[in-house]
């Protein structure tokens, strides 16, 4: 029997794309061998990272003045490959901390560029996004960097901030394909894939490309935007399937009707439980109403000595994952879009219960 997963990543996959993948484990598509057998230059393994690579533009609407890479790393291995890519020694770069996974970004940048934090919203314990308008950036700056959503402290931007000529960076792992985005505001989007994308192993790149060409001589080659856009994201072994998998992700998530339908259910189901936090004097979210993010939503409860309780309650019950990130503790829901309505209904009915036995 499945549960509701609601980890934050890697997290829930649809149901149908575990099927499938199921389905064409041992014999691909009448190849007689799996698609982790395959030769990463074979003709059939070439043409289903090409599906892959052609879905997602389709998606985001990608334009065509963009260069969509598959790597390696992670999200973190981007913390470094940014400045890699986009600065040279002694260049500055401004970054806007909202909360763990932007201060984990500035880390990392310290090591290759002079970081300006622009806006740091420390006095609300990072449960804001700075105010629309207010960022000011230095005219130095080789770029804007920003996490779109903190998975974390689930605070996500609600509007794209305007850095002028200064190309804006973000990290979107954790919301990703949960909407719609104007790809063209951004100079590079990258995304680990384990929430939205599919499992872990692989990072999308998203980078406009007249910003490439500008990394250091000594970046690492599979860390090398230019040498891996050049190569189709194959200048070494790429993780292949993880690959397969985000592809049929990405069809699975075409035949839901693609961002647009992704985005209404995922406005309902962060409601639906933003909403019985609200209701509830039992509950608390800590975010500014504005920029509560769809996909991760932290809770507490008034005593923490009940967290553990629920945890393993909501555990028996089917509801797994809702613990909150061991830096901060608390419960956490991460409801990516393989998370169905009827999961997050199930998490708010137990809620309500839980409170009724605890309040
Ligand atoms: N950025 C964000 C917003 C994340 O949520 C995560 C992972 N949870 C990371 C970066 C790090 O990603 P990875 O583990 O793929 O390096």
């Known amino acids: 029997m499945r549960v509701y997963n609601f980890s934050a990543g890697p997290a829930t996959m649809p149901l149908e794309v575990l099927e499938r993948a199921q389905a064409e484990l041992i014999d691909w598509r009448g190849s007689g061998m799996s698609v982790m057998e395959m030769s990463h230059r074979s003709k059939e393994f070439v043409t289903v990272a090409a599906q892959a690579e052609a879905r997602l533009r389709a998606l985001l609407a990608v334009p065509e003045e963009y260069a969509v890479l598959f790597l390696q790393g992670g999200a973190t291995g981007q913390f470094a490959g940014v400045p890699l890519n986009l600065t040279a020694p002694?260049?500055?770069?401004?970054?806007?901390?909202?909360?763990?996974?932007?201060?984990?970004?500035?880390?990392?940048?310290?090591?290759?560029?002079d970081v300006h934090v622009v806006a740091d919203e420390k006095d609300s314990n990072y449960t804001t996004v700075p105010a629309e308008g207010s960022l000011e950036v230095p005219g130095d700056a080789a770029y804007l960097h920003l996490t779109l959503n903190e998975t974390i402290g689930g605070v996500e931007f609600p509007y794209l901030p305007d850095a002028g000529e200064i190309p804006l960076v973000t990290d979107a792992s954790s919301t990703m394909l949960s909407r719609p985005v104007d790809v063209s505001r951004f100079g590079v989007i990258y995304a680990g894939a384990q929430k939205n994308l599919g499992p872990s192993g692989l990072v999308v790149i998203i980078v406009r490309r007249d910003l490439m060409g500008r990394a250091r001589p000594e970046v690492p080659a599979a860390m090398d935007w230019t040498a891996m856009a050049e190569a189709d994201s194959m200048l070494n072994t790429p993780p292949t399937l993880a690959w397969y998998l985000v592809g049929l992700v990405l069809e699975w998530v075409e035949e839901q009707g693609g961002l647009t339908a992704m985005a209404e259910r995922n406005r309902a189901k962060a409601e639906l439980?933003?909403?019985?936090?609200?209701?509830?004097?039992?509950?608390s979210n800590p975010v500014q109403p504005a920029a509560r993010s769809w996909m991760n939503v932290p809770f507490l409860v008034p005593d923490p000595a009940l967290e553990k309780p629920f945890v393993a309650a909501a555990e028996a019950a089917g509801l797994s994952g809702l613990g909150g990130h061991r830096s901060v503790g608390g419960m956490r829901a991460s409801i990516y879009n393989a998370m169905p309505i009827e999961g997050v209904q199930a998490l708010v009915d137990f809620m309500t219960d839980f409170e009724k036995q605890n309040g």
Do not use: H, P
């Open 273 to 283: 439980i933003y909403g019985t936090i609200d209701r509830s004097d039992f509950y």
């Open 90 to 113: 002694g260049a500055a770069a401004a970054y806007v901390n909202t909360g763990s996974w932007s201060a984990k970004a500035i880390d990392e940048a310290r090591k290759y560029v």
